[in-house]
Nanobody
């Protein structure tokens, strides 16, 4: 019932920047944690952000990536700077929320491909 729509992926050269976005729609009681994962092909947790704005990052992206959210728009962002070839992956957004029946639930985006190459 809840859907996540991702955008912003593409081809970029090393050292470049890219901004990913993920917008949630559908019936929800509330949204708790939001996160970005990537798969290349192994899955890695890239960044998380709580409803209050507390963030955590994988060591491989600290200082280069920034996760943020707009609660009014039910949207999470990932700003990626100083991109490296090893950042190449399919990026997925993840939502942990409370549904209309007051139960915990999870939703995933469809994935967006980021390719870093010269």
């Amino acid at each position: 019932q809840v859907q996540l729509v991702e955008s912003g992926g593409g081809l970029v050269q090393p050292g470049g920047s890219l901004r990913l976005s993920c917008a949630a729609s559908g019936s929800m009681f509330s949204i708790n944690d939001m996160a970005w994962y990537r798969q290349a092909p192994g899955r890695e947790l890239v960044a998380t952000i709580t409803r209050s704005g507390n963030t955590n990052y994988a060591d491989s992206v600290k200082g280069r990536f920034t996760i943020s959210r707009d609660n009014a728009k039910n949207t999470v962002y990932l700003q990626m700077n100083s991109l490296k070839p090893e950042d190449t992956a399919v990026y997925y957004c993840n939502l942990k929320y409370i549904n209309t029946q007051r139960y915990s639930a999870t939703a995933w985006g469809q994935g967006t491909l980021v390719t870093v190459s010269s």
